[in-house]
């Protein structure tokens, strides 16, 4: 049995930071992509950043130079710093896990096996 559980939501003003973590288990966790994704009301999920298991990243244009993706393979965690936030970034954020490894990380969530039940990050003005 697979879990990843995210944790370190919560709400802040505009131009504040967070920090959110992401844990997986029951799995080879060393070999796998993981990513983080929200998805907003009425909106569809959004890849954020990504991690392959030997430190190779990639992020959406949206969060590029405020948000940071780091992961601590012997914690089997993966983080999202989150800074310069804006009211736009309220949304329901996810941690997905892929079953297989990869070079380079896939940006779209189907190709993610494994997914937590999210934590809420809401900006107000």
């Known amino acids: 049995q697979v879990y990843v559980t995210e944790s370190g939501g919560g709400s802040v003003q505009a131009g504040g930071s967070l920090k959110l973590s992401c844990t997986a288990s029951?799995?080879?966790?060393?070999?796998?992509?993981m990513a983080w994704f929200r998805q907003a009301p009425g909106k569809e999920r959004e890849g954020l950043a990504y991690?392959?298991?030997?430190?190779?990243?990639g992020y959406a244009h949206s969060i590029r130079g405020r948000f940071t993706i780091s992961r601590d393979n012997a914690k089997k965690t993966i983080y999202l710093e989150m800074s310069s936030l804006k009211p736009e970034d309220t949304a329901m954020y996810y941690c997905?896990?892929?079953?297989?490894?990869?070079?380079?990380?896939?940006?779209?969530?189907?190709?993610?096996?494994?997914w937590g039940q999210g934590t809420q990050v809401t900006v107000s003005t």
């Open positions: 991690m392959t298991d030997v430190g190779s990243t």
């Open positions: 029951g799995y080879t966790y060393r070999s796998n992509c």
């Open positions: 997905g896990a892929t079953r297989v490894g990869w070079k380079s990380c896939p940006a779209a969530s189907p190709w993610y096996n494994y």
